[in-house]
């Protein structure tokens, strides 16, 4: 029934490691993004991928890569965490409507990773 | 560079009455702008979408205004609800099919009954 889901829900974890996070969309959408939601509450986009290929980049540490296996799955792995890393990672997806794009995005529950 | 503002402080208002929410944008000429409701520990929920050329989108209890001139959009929630209580974002996306969605911070809005 889930739309678009994410795992794990909490990350807690060293200065140094290496961690995953994976995310899911049952909506047969053809995009779908990473955004990063700091203390602040500011959500911002870093990455989004259009059946597989990447298509948003935005200024982003390259210790952050995503992968997308299928148009089905945006997973995001992490490489050498950061103080700085902490934060909540939304998983969103969109389909866009002819004509334009209004891409009305599904957001999942949110990650909440926090670095030690 | 691209800004937009929505009023930090909270909004206190009691059952019944209007909601006023408001986004202000720099810097940016939108061609869609949309209103999410995110509620605490979840991630945001679509609620509505305005074009740049529509001045203003109703759905139920909700109104959306847009004025490309003034740069600023209006949220507004008519006979307001306990459980309206939320923050409320609002996004631009530009032209062109990227999908890039720029936020700002949330208004969060608190209705007492």
């Known amino acids: 029934d889930t739309a678009v889901s994410q795992t794990p829900k909490y990350l807690v974890t060293q200065m140094g490691n290496d961690k995953s996070i994976k995310c899911e969309q049952n909506l047969g959408h053809d995009t779908m993004y990473w955004y990063k939601q700091d203390s602040k509450k500011f959500l911002k986009i870093m990455f989004s991928y259009n059946n597989k290929e990447l298509i948003i980049n935005e200024t982003v540490p390259n210790r952050f890569s995503p992968k997308s296996p299928d148009k089905a799955h945006l997973n995001l792995h992490i490489n050498s965490l950061e103080l700085g890393d902490s934060a909540v990672y939304f998983c969103?997806?969109?389909?866009?409507?002819?004509?334009?794009?209004?891409?009305?995005?599904?957001f999942g529950p949110g990650t909440r990773l926090t670095v030690l | 560079s691209q800004k937009i503002e929505q009023n930090s402080e909270a909004l206190n208002i009691q059952e019944g009455k209007t909601a006023t929410l408001t986004c202000n944008y720099t810097?940016?000429?939108?061609?869609?702008l949309q209103w999410y409701r995110q509620d605490p520990g979840r991630g945001p929920v679509f609620l509505l979408l305005?074009?740049?050329?529509?001045k203003e989108k109703r759905k139920e209890r909700l109104k959306v205004t847009f004025d490309t001139t003034l740069k600023q959009s209006l949220f507004h929630i008519t006979a307001s609800q306990p459980a309206d209580s939320a923050t409320y974002l609002c996004a631009l996306l530009g032209r062109g099919n990227t999908g890039k969605l720029i936020f700002g911070q949330g208004t969060t809005l608190q209705v007492k009954p």
């Open positions: 305005i074009r740049e050329n529509e």
């Open positions: 969103a997806s969109s389909h866009p409507r002819t004509g334009g794009s209004y891409n009305e995005q599904f």
């Open positions: 810097n940016y000429s939108p061609a869609y």
